[in-house]
């Protein structure tokens, strides 16, 4: 193989110092600004909040009754602070403000 470089399909870079989803392995998401990535996509995490999930049903979230809005239902978190992700674990990094649609790398070109 020649010394060429291959180039990314998707970059996290933008998302940098931004709130961000991670869904990891075994069904653990956390929210938190990105501080940092390497190559195998180790996170760096800070302000981060864990979503607990429901024991009886380990796909959904945790709800508990709001102190603030009788009758809501809000969802339970607890606070992790500076963690680090294992690239191996994540499955899914999302902005925590939504998504944005690209253009499909993959697409033929007719």
């Known amino acids: ?6 180039k990314a399909i998707l970059s996290i870079e933008g998302l940098m110092d931004q709130p961000v989803n991670v869904k990891m392995t075994g069904g653990r998401e956390v929210c938190g600004v990105l501080k940092g990535y390497d190559k195998d996509l180790n996170l760096v995490l800070d302000e981060t909040r864990e979503f607990l999930r429901d024991k009886m049903d380990p796909l959904k979230r945790r709800l508990s009754p709001d102190p603030n809005s009788p009758g809501m239902m809000v ?3 607890r606070y992790l602070g500076v963690i680090i992700c294992k690239g191996t674990l994540v499955c899914v990094i999302s902005p925590h403000d ?4 690209i253009e499909n790398p993959f697409a033929e070109e007719e």
């Open 75 to 77: 969802e339970e978190t």
């Open 98 to 101: 939504g998504i944005e649609e």
């Open 1 to 6: 193989m020649s010394g060429a470089k291959k």
